[in-house]
């Protein structure tokens, strides 16, 4: 977090949503506590908020990024929606009109899937690329990055059949490969803030002046 210091001064709070292990949220919180003596937060997911009603039984256990991204959408349209998020994992969360978590899926990002044919198939060997190209290949490289780019168009299809099926009003995407999927045929509005902006309104609705 280069700069932090020079303006610590300036921050009252820090909120921090994560899914990092323990070891190393601790070392995040005491990094940001030599950095600026305002009160460092951390939030979790939960079992409900408002109208946003979380599907797990077991709801400690859901991502916290997840529920931000989650309730940052809600509280933006308050209609059924679709959240998907394109990061080192690729999660997609169902929330309906009434704000009712349907539940969601959890898949392995782009990177995360690259990294485990280079690793656990090396032998073939073959040059990463992020095409959006979904034929079939003719050499190694183009049938693995074509065989990524042909999965996520069909996770893609899936998540429209689910829009159609559950009668959503929209999809919101956020994460690092957004472009990616709205490249292979997402019909979603990207919202990149999207985690931070529900985390923002948690911490303003449970620290209200």
Request: with cysteine; glycine share 10%; hydrophobic share 45%.
């Amino acid at each position: 977090m280069p700069g932090l210091e020079a303006n610590s001064a300036e921050i009252t709070a820090v909120a921090v949503s994560t899914v990092a292990a323990e070891d190393k949220r601790l070392a995040l919180q005491a990094f940001l506590e030599r950095q600026t003596e305002a009160p460092v937060r951390f939030y979790w997911s939960e079992r409900e908020r408002g109208d946003l009603v979380n599907a797990y039984s077991n709801y400690p256990k859901m991502g916290a990024d997840r529920w931000h991204a989650m309730y940052g959408a809600w509280a933006l349209y308050r209609q059924g929606v679709a959240v998907v998020d394109a990061g080192s994992a690729v999660t997609v969360d169902y929330v309906d009109s009434s704000g009712r978590h349907l539940g969601g899926f959890i898949l392995p990002g782009l990177q995360m899937m690259l990294r485990s044919l280079k690793n656990d198939a090396a032998r073939i060997g073959f040059d990463p690329d992020q095409v959006l190209e979904t034929s079939p290949g003719h050499s190694t490289g183009e049938c693995v990055n074509h065989g990524l780019a042909w999965l996520s168009a069909a996770m893609v299809e899936r998540v429209h059949a689910d829009v159609r099926k559950f009668g959503l009003e929209r999809i919101l995407v956020t994460g690092g490969d957004a472009d990616r999927l709205m490249g292979l045929g997402l019909s979603a509005e990207i919202r990149p803030q999207l985690v931070l902006d529900g985390l923002a309104l948690i911490d303003s609705e449970d620290h209200a002046q």
